[in-house]
């Protein structure tokens, strides 16, 4: 990316930040913000969404007239910076397995954001939906072929068994546009995170085999899922997308990366 098209998008991203107050009813209440992930204040949730909106701006070819489909979007974190990005012309659209999050969400953001919706859809998650009534196939089912120009998922592929990742990525590229992307994060067991591993310089260890992947807690194996680079290779190109770039994490050692955990773009043809 050319340097000036970085600086361009942090300033963007930075203004969007400086407009949200968090005193500003579109952002959910403190005592929700804790039930998804290690987020304690309302702060450290804004803030999170602005990087994740950063993310997007540098690794995608999103626009304020794109679609979007946010996969897990939790209580908004990424919808509210993003309804400050996206125009009239462009459309959003999160789904996710907690139906109060979902119902939260419709109640604070979409009022004055007319081309925004949440869905709530009932599929099993290892962590937050035990007691689904959908199969996992049947998770983008609500949306039509080539909907949209990106999907994004941050943080939800790390909590699935191989066979749910496959038939997500086939949804998902169902659901895009031709020349569509896919921005998702993934751990990934390459050459460099399995050293760092090894040297004990990392928090997990995916010691745990289970499924062709390792899990970090053989109790709870969804809680953390790591696929071994190969693996997550022949998962993409059997769903029909193009892997185009990894950028490889934080919590491998990649101190200059934007995400914590790996990030995967992929494209529709």
Not at 6 to 23: D, F, G, Q, T, V
Not at 108 to 119: L, T, V
């Amino acid at each position: 990316m050319p340097r000036s098209t970085y600086l361009r998008n942090e300033l963007l991203a930075n203004e969007i930040s400086r407009s949200l107050s968090a005193k500003d009813p579109i952002f959910p209440a403190r005592e929700d913000i804790r039930k998804i992930g290690p987020i304690n204040t309302l702060r450290e949730f804004k803030e999170l969404g602005i990087q994740s909106l950063k993310v997007l701006m540098h690794y995608t070819s999103i626009r304020p007239d794109s679609s979007v489909l946010d996969i897990g979007c939790g209580y908004g974190r990424l919808a509210i910076p993003l309804t400050r990005f996206l125009s009239k012309q462009g459309s959003y659209a999160g789904i996710d397995v907690m139906d109060d999050a979902i119902a939260d969400c419709r109640r604070r953001i979409c009022p004055g954001n007319g081309n925004f919706r949440f869905e709530h859809v009932d599929v099993h998650n290892g962590l937050y939906n035990h007691d689904a009534s959908l199969a996992v196939d049947e998770a983008l089912r609500i949306f039509d072929n080539g909907e949209f120009d990106l999907v994004f998922m941050f943080s939800v592929f790390t909590h699935m068994m191989p066979d749910d990742v496959a038939s997500y990525l086939a949804q998902i590229r169902r659901a895009l546009k031709p020349g569509g992307q896919l921005l998702t994060t993934f751990f990934i067991l390459s050459a460099y995170s399995r050293t760092a591993i090894e040297r004990g310089s990392t928090r997990r260890s995916f010691s745990h085999p289970r499924d062709s992947v390792f899990v970090d807690d053989e109790n709870n194996p969804e809680s953390a899922v790591a696929y071994p680079e190969d693996l997550l290779e022949q998962l993409v190109t059997a769903s029909g997308l193009r892997h185009e770039h990894t950028f490889y994490g934080q919590w491998s050692g990649n101190r200059w990366s934007l995400t914590g955990q790996d990030a995967v773009l992929c494209s529709s043809d």
